[in-house]
């Protein structure tokens, strides 16, 4: 005895197109169940195995990123992204960063000041932006850069640059500070000092005639 089954029918018509014979087939609810069963131990050793895959992937992806981010989670880089907006845009220095093909990459509202530059410069060369001669080498150069004093058309510019490494060349660092009204008052002293020495020779010259005269 087979037990519980699905069946077929279907009829078999004669040349007079009679029904001259009925074909039965079949499976039982036992062998069903056994296929079902086969089928769902496959699929769910598949899904175990694809949540092992992302698991282990999403470790990896984790780690990495932890690593070039120094352990911080989202919400601390969101508030490190916060707090350097707002000192980027607070200080009164200069600051731009170039990538690693000398791009700039980031460049607050002080550099632009001094540079006079638009607001559309980053992603372009620092090559490209029409600066003077030696102030373009100080910035493309692999060395740093310590207090060195540049000359724009405009500006007496003291630059400070760094190079940014790990493992590689990842940019550069860059710092400006604006001189011009310190330059400015120096020569005005230094003008000051030299009209007061002339003066003073004036006077020397004029009391020891005095004194030659009188004798």
Not at 87 to 107: C, N
Not at 135 to 161: F, I, Q
Not at 184 to 198: F, I, P, Q, V
Request: charged share 25%; net charge positive; proline share 3%.
């Amino acid at each position: 005895m087979l037990g519980p089954s699905v069946r077929t029918v279907a009829p078999v018509f004669g040349a007079d197109g009679r029904v001259v014979a009925l074909v039965s087939a079949g499976i039982t609810i036992e062998r069903i169940s056994e296929q079902v069963r086969e089928q769902v131990t496959a699929l769910l050793g598949m899904a175990g195995a694809a949540l092992a895959l992302g698991g282990a992937g999403t470790y990896v992806v984790n780690a990495r990123l932890r690593r070039h981010t120094h352990g911080m989670n989202a919400t601390e880089l969101s508030r490190m992204h916060d707090y350097h907006e707002a000192a980027l845009h607070a200080v009164r220095e200069g600051l731009v960063m170039l990538d690693g093909r000398r791009r700039i990459a980031l460049i607050n509202d002080g550099a632009r000041e001094l540079l006079g530059l638009d607001e559309g410069v980053v992603g372009r060369p620092a090559a490209d932006l029409g600066l003077p001669a030696p102030l373009t080498g100080a910035l493309l150069s692999s060395e740093p850069r310590v207090d060195e004093t540049h000359l724009t058309d405009e500006r007496v510019l003291v630059v400070n640059t760094r190079p940014v490494v790990g493992g590689e060349r990842r940019g550069t660092v860059v710092t400006l500070r604006d001189r011009t009204e310190l330059q400015a008052l120096s020569g005005e002293l230094d003008s000051s000092g030299a009209s007061r020495r002339r003066c003073a020779r004036r006077r020397t010259r004029r009391r020891t005639g005095c004194t030659r005269s009188s004798r």
